[in-house]
């Protein structure tokens, strides 16, 4: 491994001198939330992503600028720094892909009721290293891990299986009489979409009972969805929230572009009887 770090840095120093080139990208909002009949609040997110290209070599990091909390463990009132969520410099040497995760993330959950982490996992920074080898019609990656993955296309079906420690899991989709399908199966567990288009709506229904519908309507797009109630269940691990039950709900969202460039938006949610109005630009 010492090794492998030492030929990626060497590659990421020899394609400097190859033609470079920088490319920003972000987004910023304020949402006003009536909350129901609890509060209202104002929130606000402002996020950026700086990607640096050098030939083969891409470097991309992504902040929060908003002026929240950065988490560090500094006391002092203006505690507001910008904070970084990602970090990510890869590179290509003919079929082998390196890349490296520099950022180590705090994975614990905001939330004590949907099952996360009760407590930060540790240090997730890492080091990838994946072969991607054509054979016939389909692509064979290998990463670090030991994980195998067997990817293509067939008469219109694609399918990605992957083999690894613990149990396997298999990715399909498909375009049938009309209907885009999805299809994954993890560890024996089974989730599925069918999505397609009717006088102008696009429809998708899932096995989890979800169902949204999106058109368009004098300029706006309105998009209704569906979450099916979810099941309270007591956690396997110490190390996981148990998942607490929640109501189905229902949402209504209507949206329209400006042309300042902005973007402003109504959500309404059955589950609190909640409005929310949201101006949003992205670049």
């Not at 009949?37 to 902040?63: E, F, H, K, V």
């Not at 290509?92 to 490296?100: D, H, L, M």
């Not at 990817?151 to 009309?178: E, F, P």
Request: charge should be negative; glycine fraction near 10%.
């Amino acid at each position: 491994m010492k090794k492998l770090i030492a030929l990626f840095a060497t590659t990421a120093v020899a394609s400097t001198s190859a033609m470079g080139a920088i490319a920003l990208s972000g987004a910023a909002s304020v949402s006003y939330d009536d909350n129901g009949s609890a509060a209202s609040a104002t929130s606000y997110d402002a996020d950026l992503t700086i990607t640096g290209t050098a030939g083969a070599t891409t470097y991309t990091t992504s902040m929060d600028i908003d002026g929240g909390t950065d988490g560090s463990a500094s006391t002092t009132v203006n505690n507001n720094d910008v904070s970084v969520t990602s970090a990510v410099l890869a590179t290509t040497i003919g079929p082998v892909t390196i890349s490296a995760d520099m950022y180590d993330e705090n994975d614990a959950a905001t939330t004590v009721t949907a099952g996360g982490l009760i407590a930060d996992s540790g240090d997730n920074r890492s080091v990838t290293v994946s072969l991607d080898a054509p054979v016939g019609d389909a692509t064979i990656g290998l990463d670090d891990s030991g994980d195998v993955t067997v990817s293509g296309t067939w008469s219109g079906v694609t399918l990605a299986h992957t083999i690894q420690d613990g149990a396997d899991k298999t990715v399909g989709s498909a375009s049938i009489a009309g209907m885009d399908v999805s299809l994954t199966n993890d560890a024996g567990a089974t989730e599925w979409t069918i999505g397609t288009t009717v006088a102008g709506t696009a429809v998708t229904v899932g096995s989890d009972k979800s169902v949204s519908a999106t058109f368009g309507v004098t300029g706006n797009t309105v998009v209704v969805t569906h979450t099916a109630e979810r099941a309270a269940a007591a956690s396997t691990t110490a190390t996981k929230y148990s998942t607490a039950q929640k109501d189905a709900y229902t949402t209504i969202a209507v949206a329209r572009d400006l042309t300042s460039g902005a973007a402003l938006s109504a959500t309404y949610n059955t589950f609190d009887s909640s409005l929310t109005l949201k101006a949003s630009v992205a670049f």
